[in-house]
């Protein structure tokens, strides 16, 4: 069975940095297309990196420069490094996975619960 567990949100102020973290079993991080999506209250869930069984990435406009996904195969994990934290990346953020590439639209097949970024003074 698939599962996918992020961890690492918090509250942070702008400026501030924070690491998200999501737990894969059930698959080989690596073999599956990898993304962070995020939602914010009364917006549309966004896609915010993903990153492909070859290892390219994707970033969206908003946080390029900002904020890094990586993944660790020996920790079955994927890391979305986010530095530089403005009060619009308030969101709930979400790991999502898949055998498809669904770059930055919303149809992996997998998806975890969700960690809380806040970036508030």
């Known amino acids: 069975e698939v599962q996918l567990v992020e961890s690492g949100g918090g509250l942070v102020q702008p400026g501030g940095s924070l690491r998200l973290s999501c737990v894969a079993s059930?698959?080989?991080?690596?073999?599956?297309?990898m993304g962070w999506f995020r939602r914010a209250p009364g917006k549309e869930r966004e896609g915010v990196a993903t990153?492909?069984?070859?290892?390219?990435?994707m970033y969206a406009d908003s946080v390029k420069g900002r904020f890094t996904i990586s993944q660790d195969k020996a920790k079955n994990t994927l890391y979305l490094q986010m530095n530089s934290l403005k009060p619009e990346d308030t969101a709930m953020y979400y790991c999502?996975?898949?055998?498809?590439?669904?770059?930055?639209?919303?149809?992996?097949?997998?998806w975890g619960r969700g960690t809380q970024v806040t970036v508030s003074s």
């Open positions: 999502a996975a898949d055998r498809i590439d669904w770059w930055f639209v919303a149809k992996y097949n997998y």
């Open positions: 059930g698959f080989t991080v690596g073999n599956y297309y």
């Open positions: 990153i492909a069984i070859y290892g390219r990435t």
